[in-house]
């Protein structure tokens, strides 16, 4: 049932509609004609009559044929529809207009144009409404409205902040042209919507951010914790609760904004509560985003799940852990390399408590920002020698500090991927493994593959070949065009044994050698379900 490559199929639609499947949440959505309302399959309304019903692939879409979005499911809290190819052309280049839409990095000097869309993707821009409209229905800047008025919706229901405010950082130029908007595409203005919104908090801003189940949240946030850093991160599973907590800067517009956030896991409802300090108010869109990329809540485990599971049967409920900060992600990968995770994080936490910022916080466990560019960038050699990193891991990690500074590397989901790969190896001490791992998790790159991974070897029964790398290549094209989840299954212990001819190894031995020591520019990492 995805929209973007089919005709939606309307009645297994409204089959969906009628059990409220969590699984197609952000997939379709459904107009209902009688009330001239949208809503997200997970609505918790009466179920309409199926000839009232019309169903779309988009939000933009939906509100093209003139529908308002539901004010009780909120089709702004769905997880993006994400949808990758590698079979037609036209189809790749429209859905990566879109993700480039989609991600506020990619813009840093404000919004973007058809224009502007174009030159980053080297086509004209013509070309880009075409295969645009043909893919999605919409053009690019109605895709784009879309975003932005239900970016603007969701703050209304859920922050205190002023509309005015609301209407600057929605991406609007004036208040007079977001009102204008707003009572254009829904009816009412955006004062009346907020009096139907919820309360405020007392301290921060909350929002919720929606995910599709299967979503295994132990894996995720023991990925995080077994890499945890005290004083700019947290994870509490106590009483049952899961919360992960963090401190964050962002520069963008050449201005940084710092501060903390806390993101509480609701099973229950497939949805993430999002708690972020007043002083990142100003950059919500692009903090809900990266929360978004770090969680991989835009995941969908049906599309996924249909090419890995038969042979990583025990991962559906897996996803690839992003980063909140590329850069970060980036000198802790360099700061692992040929070392155990528990060493890495040593060095990390030495690094934090001697060259991380102070910052002050309603959290006892959160005091520090991980170091700037600018501070690693001009870090000597006999500073980091004092921390316990060899000199080549002190070249790399002033190399990439050096590289983000000076903005000739951008490590984030808007960023050419190719070219940031090329240019990461391009730096003294990166590698194809550093590369590849800093793709999958701060590009947010469904299709990393580190193909000369040690602990991926063994994973996939390999090591003993002459050449595991390039059979470990040869044996992951069956994966494509998810291989970043394939390998994280593979880490975490989750592949069949007789998914390959060559692999002998179950998943207990797997867990068991994990923790041996791999070969330069090899990251060992793992995921414990």
Not at 83 to 101: N, T
Not at 208 to 235: N, S, W
Not at 245 to 264: D, Q
Request: charged letters at 20%.
């Amino acid at each position: 049932m995805t929209p973007s490559t089919a005709p939606l199929a309307d009645d297994a639609c409204y089959l969906a509609l009628k059990t409220r499947d969590a699984r197609f949440d952000g997939r379709f959505f459904t107009g209902v004609t009688s009330t001239g309302i949208y809503c997200r399959p997970v609505c918790s309304v009466k179920t309409p009559k199926r000839e009232n019903c019309r169903f779309f692939g988009h939000a933009a879409q939906a509100e093209g044929a003139g529908f308002r979005p539901c004010l009780r499911c909120r089709p702004e809290l769905a997880p993006h529809s994400v949808v990758w190819s590698i079979q037609d052309a036209s189809y790749i280049l429209a859905h990566q207009a879109a993700r480039l839409l989609d991600e506020p990095d990619a813009w840093p000097g404000g919004l973007p144009s058809v224009e502007s869309l174009a030159a980053r993707l080297g086509v004209s821009d013509r070309h880009v409404r075409r295969i645009f409209e043909t893919q999605f229905g919409v053009s690019p800047m109605q895709y784009l409205q879309t975003r932005r008025l239900l970016t603007a919706k969701q703050l209304l229901a859920d922050t205190a902040l002023p509309i005015t405010q609301i209407a600057l950082i929605s991406g609007y130029a004036s208040v007079r042209r977001f009102n204008a908007a707003f009572v254009g595409h829904y009816g009412l203005n955006p004062t009346q919507l907020r009096r139907q919104g919820s309360a405020p908090s007392d301290q921060g801003i909350t929002v919720k951010l929606g995910y599709r189940p299967p979503y295994d949240v132990a894996a995720m946030t023991g990925f995080f914790k077994k890499r945890q850093i005290h004083a700019i991160e947290f994870i509490d599973e106590a009483a049952g609760a899961t919360k992960m907590g963090r401190t964050f800067r962002v520069e963008t517009g050449g201005k940084v904004h710092a501060g903390w956030l806390l993101a509480s896991f609701d099973e229950s409802r497939c949805h993430v509560a999002l708690h972020i300090s007043d002083s990142l108010r100003e950059v919500l869109p692009l903090v809900i985003r990266r929360v978004r990329a770090m969680l991989d809540l835009d995941a969908d485990p049906q599309a996924i799940n249909a090419v890995l599971h038969d042979s990583f049967p025990g991962g559906d409920g897996l996803r690839v852990p992003g980063a909140m900060d590329g850069y970060e992600l980036a000198v802790r990968a360099v700061l692992g390399q040929q070392i155990t995770v528990a060493a890495a994080r040593t060095l990390a936490q030495r690094m934090v408590d001697k060259l991380g910022e102070a910052i002050e916080t309603p959290w006892p466990g959160l005091t520090r920002l991980f170091p700037a560019p600018a501070v690693l960038a001009q870090a000597s050699g006999n500073t980091l020698g004092q921390l316990g990193i060899v000199r080549q891991r002190q070249t790399a990690i002033v190399g990439i500090a050096q590289a983000v500074a000076e903005k000739r590397v951008q490590l984030h989901g808007g960023a050419d991927v190719n070219a940031t790969i090329a240019a990461l190896k391009e730096l003294p001490g990166i590698g194809d493994w550093t590369a590849q791992y800093i793709a999958m998790r701060a590009l947010r790159w469904p299709d990393a593959f580190p193909a000369g991974d040690v602990a991926l070897h063994k994973a996939l029964g390999v090591q003993g070949q002459k050449n595991p790398a390039k059979e470990a290549e040869q044996a992951s094209l069956a994966w494509k065009p998810w291989r970043s989840y394939a390998v994280i299954r593979a880490w975490s212990g989750a592949m069949q044994p007789s998914a390959l001819a060559p692999a002998t190894q179950n998943a207990t031995e797997f867990i068991a050698t994990r923790a041996q020591p791999a070969r330069a520019d090899t990251l060992k990492r793992s995921i414990k379900p």
